[in-house]
């Protein structure tokens, strides 16, 4: 089991950049495939990055492709989602998520994923 503390959230104008971090605990970090989604009001939750055991797989959904990175520090038990060029659309909280399986059908589902943080709240100002 993991457990996951996501930091880094903030109010900022559009066009800056915000990292956040994703903290988790235990031994078995790298054993974790890692996913951040974000929630924004009166929507569902939807996925936003992932990466993959080793760090060398990475994908993205369309919206934030070319704007966000994400990466992860096995050192650090810790993932990160780097975002520049925010805009107002990318308002929500944002929520890392831990995979434990080799494999997946669809990495974009939240059923994918067996462990939650509390989430970050990030507000783009236009």
């Known amino acids: 089991q993991v457990q996951l503390v996501e930091s880094g959230g903030g109010l900022v104008q559009a066009g800056g950049s915000l990292r956040l971090a994703c903290a988790a605990s235990?031994?078995?970090?790298?054993?974790?495939?890692m996913g951040?989604?974000?929630?924004?009001?009166?929507?569902?939750?939807e996925f936003v990055a992932r990466i993959s055991r080793s760090g060398g797989s990475t994908y993205y959904t369309d919206s934030v492709?070319?704007?966000?990175t994400i990466s992860r520090d096995d050192a650090k038990n810790t993932v990160y989602l780097q975002m520049n060029?925010?805009?107002?659309?990318d308002t929500?909280?944002?929520?890392?998520?831990?995979?434990?399986?080799n494999?997946?059908?669809?990495?974009?589902?939240?059923?994918?994923?067996?462990?939650?943080?509390?989430?970050?709240?990030?507000?783009?100002?236009?």
């Open 26 to 33: 235990g031994r078995t970090f790298s054993s974790y495939a």
């Open 65 to 68: 492709k070319g704007r966000f």
């Open 92 to 101: 929500a909280v944002y929520y890392c998520a831990a995979d434990p399986r």
């Open 103 to 126: 494999y997946y059908s669809d990495y974009r589902v939240i059923a994918q994923y067996d462990y939650w943080g509390q989430g970050t709240q990030v507000t783009v100002s236009s």
């Open 85 to 89: 060029s925010l805009k107002p659309e």
């Open 36 to 45: 951040w989604f974000r929630q924004a009001p009166g929507k569902e939750r």
